[in-house]
């Protein structure tokens, strides 16, 4: 859809995601102490079932939250199908991915718990609940393996908490129910949390890490597409390209040429770098029918170069198969 692009949805975006994942680690942690106990020592059974409850409305809300503004943000590369199909997308697809099986086996478990006390058996029922355990697995690796703040020390945190937790309770649950020495009941669940913890730092640190590419970077290279048009008096004209250059690094381009029969009177440069709104302004130093060289400067006073190529536009002047270079 991309309806906006206004930060306040990007941040929304992230804080839905990241609010989500924190949810669903609490309802799977409480889910965990509340597997096979009739009661609880310190805590009314049925106001923990509550609590379980919410969570997971809650989870499935912000799960929402985090969809709907990634899809209506106009500089993410998401469609609706990359959005709605695992493992289409353009964007690091395993990761993107397992993030939307996660929000599928969510929706699926939700329509079991509906049906509960209806039509499913309690046996059937809690065999779909284990799919808990999928739905946060997959929803770990895609808060570790997607997004700009994979790899920040508070998402990691968040992240180490979240398996540390988990992990060392699913190893507590599984000690209870051999009956272990009760040294090993104490001992193992926390060094499976802290290997767990080890685990998600190893990944997010070294093959998952977040490298971001350069803020309004000196050279790229883009495909360019665009149109040109132009208006031709009897000693004067006007002829003006407006492009978008697709790639490493969005950009718009506009240049204007005021030409005469014998020379080039004057010309514009325009060139603005998305999505920061950066702008590279100046003036063409080279033209052809076909490619144009320019210089501009950025706001820090900085120069760059520009040179602009394309194949012969058609009779409405559209430019396709276009490339723009930019140089320091």
């Known amino acids: ?24 680690t609490l309802n799977v942690s409480i889910g965990l102490l509340m597997t096979g106990k009739k009661t609880m020592k310190h805590w009314p059974r049925f106001a923990l079932e509550d609590v379980h409850r919410f969570t997971g409305i809650l989870t499935g809300t912000f799960v929402v939250l985090h969809i709907v503004t990634v899809a209506i943000d106009s500089y993410l590369p998401f469609s609706i199908w990359s959005l709605a199909i695992p493992f289409i997308a353009t964007y690091r697809p395993i990761w993107i991915g397992l993030g939307i099986v996660a929000a599928e086996l969510l929706l699926a478990l939700a329509i079991t718990n509906h049906y509960r006390s209806t039509t499913l058996s309690y046996r059937t029922w809690r065999r779909w609940h284990y799919v808990n355990f999928a739905v ?3 929803a770990t690796f895609h808060s570790i393996g997607s997004g700009t703040d994979r790899s920040t020390t508070w998402l990691l945190a968040i992240d180490a908490v979240a398996v540390g937790t988990v992990c060392g309770l699913t190893a507590w649950r599984v000690l209870h129910r051999s009956q272990p ?3 090993a009941i104490r001992v193992v669940p926390v060094l499976a949390g802290v290997a767990a913890i080890a685990v998600v730092g190893a990944l997010a640190l070294g093959p998952l890490r977040f490298q971001p590419k350069p803020w309004n970077p000196a050279e790229f290279q883009d495909s360019l597409s665009g149109k040109i048009l132009s208006n031709m008096g009897v000693t004067r004209g006007i002829v003006s390209m407006a492009g978008t250059g697709d790639g490493a690094q969005h950009v718009l381009v506009r240049v204007d040429l005021l030409v005469t029969p014998n020379k080039l009177a004057s010309t514009t440069f325009q060139m603005e770098y998305l999505p920061s709104g950066a702008m590279c302004t100046g003036t063409v130093t080279n ?39 930019s140089h320091a």
């Not at 859809?1 to 669903?24: F, K, Q």
């Not at 029918?289 to 820090?300: G, L």
Request: a neutral charge; hydrophobic letters at 40%; proline letters at 6%.
């Open 287 to 325: 033209v052809h029918a076909t490619s144009f060289d320019a210089s501009c400067t950025m706001p820090d006073q900085t120069k760059r170069t520009i040179s602009a190529s394309w194949s012969q536009p058609d009779a409405q002047g559209a430019i396709t198969n276009g490339i723009i270079t």
């Open 1 to 24: 859809m991309h309806l906006t692009s206004s930060p306040i949805d990007w941040y929304a975006a992230r804080a839905g995601g990241v609010a989500a994942y924190v949810l669903l």
């Open 136 to 138: 946060w697995t997959a």
């Open 181 to 183: 020495r009760p040294i």
